[in-house]
């Protein structure tokens, strides 16, 4: 009934979603307490959802778009991979060379202008969110909610390595090596979800499911196979 509770519950679990369909446990749906059908700004409770949502990130956990590109709670541990993930250069040049003409374009400008406020860009929000969203599931740009002069909501648009998570734990994640912050998340998200379908497992970052494979090889990871379908758990 507080936002005590959610951030005990993600601290134990390591990994959440906020939203959205995976085997990760939903944070929305832990807060109404039964399985949400639909949107759940829908839900009877939705204010009391919403406000508790909005607190649990005042305590000891952080936010970013890593499973499937929705917005994952998780334990502050967790940041520091996060942030070797996003800053790393090879990553972000073969992200970059594929982005479609549009979201490359706001990328270019974000980081010549250090922040750039949607509703002033210049192209029509049909076009222009996916383009940011694209960017921010890729862990290139952060993006905060703001409510404009005319009462509408916008977002303010800055490159990640000026956002307040890269600054917060980019120290930390020089620390670490590219496969070490990769296998840091991939084993707590499994460990979160208990057991996971491989093929959903394989989709769920950007970097990719090449360490899947590696830690599966090591063991640090189990495949089981039932009724035709393979799933991925932790030995541990």
């Not at 409770?45 to 929705?70: F, S």
Request: charged content about 30%; aromatic content about 6%; hydrophobic content about 45%.
């Amino acid at each position: 009934r507080s936002a005590r509770e959610p951030e005990a519950f993600v601290r134990e679990r390591g990994m959440v979603t906020v939203t959205g369909r995976s085997s990760l446990p939903i944070l929305a749906e832990t807060i109404a307490g039964r399985t949400l059908s639909g949107s759940w700004m829908a839900h009877p409770e939705v204010r009391r959802i919403y406000n508790i949502l909005g607190r649990v990130a005042k305590y000891d956990v952080v936010t970013a778009p890593l499973i499937l590109g929705k917005e994952a709670v998780m334990d502050a541990s967790l940041g520091p991979a996060v942030e070797r993930i996003a800053g790393d250069p090879g990553r972000r040049d073969r992200v970059r060379g594929r982005l479609p003409l549009l979201a490359r374009r706001l990328l270019d400008q974000v980081e010549a202008e250090r922040r750039v406020r949607m509703d002033h860009w210049g192209v029509a929000t049909k076009r222009a969110r996916p383009a940011r969203l694209l960017l921010e599931r890729e862990l290139l740009v952060a993006a905060s909610g703001i409510h404009t002069e005319s009462g509408y909501h916008t977002a303010i648009v800055v490159p990640w390595r000026t956002s307040k998570f890269s600054q917060q734990f980019a120290k930390e994640a020089a620390r670490l090596t590219f496969a070490e912050a990769q296998d840091m998340l991939l084993m707590a998200a499994v460990r979160s979800a208990v057991i996971a379908p491989e093929r959903e497992v394989r989709r769920w970052f950007v970097f990719g499911a090449e360490r899947i494979d590696i830690l599966l090889a090591q063991g640090a990871l189990e495949r089981l196979t039932a009724a035709g379908r393979t799933w991925v758990t932790c030995r541990q």
